[in-house]
């Protein structure tokens, strides 16, 4: 940890290794480092032209809520990336990050239209991510029925499909490994809180 801040110290204009730090921040429970780099990524990548920066730079600001005043840089990001990438094998990814910060603004409608497409694809993170906005957006419109049915679809995608921790390397998605704990855990406090989280691994 302490090994990747001196690297984004001396080379902020790498989003490779934003990308790397801001998801271990999060992981670790550094609020206040993750919110800074969050405000650091907005100010450098906001105007990104391709989806390699675009995509990994907005969803790094979007794996937990609050992370920066201003989602408007956050959100052209995600916009570019769903634009930009359409004929990508990423695509559901894109799809992912752009349903989700619409959620964040509160734009529940077109979280649920973006999440959709993407919670039908063959790949579990996608599957994970998109079911957990696709919960929480759905239950912020009252649907509650079928917020329930996105939650558990979620839960049983991190819970029988994705890596253990602890249990050996959690594999090159491991950013997608963590994004997809936080927001499955989110989507549980706001819809099922008497739930135990599952983010036991989480620095207190």
Known sequence: MAYARVLVDQHPDSFRLCH?????????????????????????????KNTEVADPM???????????????????????????GKSEV????????KAMV????????QAI????????????????????????????????????LALDQCRNVVEKQLPKFGHGDLGQDWRDWIIAHFWL???QRLIDPATPSDLNWVEK
């Open 20 to 48: 790397t730090l801001a998801p271990l921040l999060a992981a670790v429970n550094d609020l206040k480092g993750y919110q800074e780099t969050c405000r650091n990524i907005t100010a450098r990548f906001s105007t990104a």
């Open 113 to 148: 239209e973006w999440s959709q497409g993407a919670a039908k694809v063959d790949f579990s993170y996608t599957q994970a991510e998109a079911n957990a906005v696709l919960a929480m957006s759905r239950y912020q419109l009252k649907n509650t029925d079928g917020a329930r």
């Open 102 to 109: 619409e959620y964040r603004q509160g734009h529940f409608a």
């Open 90 to 97: 990423a695509y559901p990814f894109y799809e992912c990050c």
């Open 185 to 187: 855990n989110e989507a």
């Open 58 to 84: 907005a969803k790094d600001c979007l794996i937990l809520p609050n992370s920066v005043a201003d989602l408007k840089p956050v959100a052209a990001m995600a916009e570019t990336a769903v634009r930009q």
